[in-house]
């Protein structure tokens, strides 16, 4: 699993609790974070390096868990390995369909995933009839990387974000980047009580426990899975929101990049 920092711990949290006897590889790229204001090019570029990485490990499958690597490189990362391949747009817009009554869907995500048109169109294709309202959130995940998300300082800088989707008669809210449910208190807060927020982590892991399934890949062991986290950037920082986060005593072991790979 993979994503520009500790926003996919929130898909490995799912990942965990609906399978807990799979293995995860996580791999956090603390060090280039954030990649929503990064070019399509670079995006792309990073996910394959993570990629290229993770692979050593022969995983059964991979987990992008970053909408705004999704957003870009999901179709050349499959095209690119032996494995399955699973992103966490489609499912985010699922849970969303599933979810709303009005059809009226908000979406918010980082400015690669909202100028991605992503959700947009996965939306329509799934149900034509939804209407999706987006708004780009760019200072939302440098603030969970920074370890801030439970501080006051979060809430003022998502109420003020968030302002302009207030007035808006939105049922549903897709947090559209794997870092905001870090912020779901706070989200929920200003958004208040009558619109639902939809993380995509759920229906995500539900849709890799359906393939390992069909592939008869579905890890039996009795053991404990032991899992493993890298990160290219402090791995301090990085343990810290994960142990808070996952509730568990987990290492992250750094990963420096070649000068050559880092842009
Ligand atoms: N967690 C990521 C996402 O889902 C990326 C956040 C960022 O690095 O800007 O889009």
């Known amino acids: 699993m993979l994503d520009s920092g500790v926003g996919g711990l929130t898909v490995v949290k799912e990942v965990m609790r609906q399978l807990p006897q799979e293995q995860i590889i996580y791999f956090g790229d603390t060090a280039r974070s954030p990649y929503g204001p990064r070019s399509s090019d670079e995006v792309r570029l990073f996910t394959r390096q993570i990629v290229d990485y993770l692979i050593q490990f022969q995983p059964k499958m991979i987990v992008i868990a970053c909408n705004t ?130 993380n995509s982590a759920e229906e995500t892991a539900r849709e890799i426990s359906t393939i390992l399934h069909d592939k008869g890949e579905l890890a039996h062991s009795l053991d404990t899975p032991v899992h493993q986290f890298f990160c290219s950037g402090d791995p301090e920082m990085f343990q810290k929101i994960a142990r808070a986060w996952l509730g568990e005593q987990i290492c992250a072991v750094p990963v420096v990049w070649r000068m050559s790979q880092i842009l």
């Not at 169109?121 to 439970?150: D, I, M, W, Y």
């Open 69 to 198: 690597a999704t957003a870009v490189a999901l179709e050349e990362i499959r095209a690119y390995v032996p494995v399955p391949v699973v992103g966490v747009i489609y499912p985010g817009a699922r849970a969303a369909l599933s979810a709303t009554k009005t059809g009226y869907i908000g979406v918010i995500g980082t400015d690669g995933t909202i100028r991605s048109g992503a959700y947009e169109l996965a939306l329509k294709r799934l149900s034509p009839h939804v209407e999706a309202v987006s708004k780009a959130c760019p200072t939302f995940a440098p603030l969970v990387e920074k370890g801030l998300f439970q501080s006051s300082e979060a809430l003022g800088v998502v109420r003020e974000s968030l302002e302009p989707l207030r007035s808006l008669p939105l049922d549903t809210l897709i947090l559209g980047c794997t870092h905001y449910p870090f912020l779901t208190d706070a989200i929920q807060l200003v958004m208040g009580p009558d619109v639902q927020l939809i």
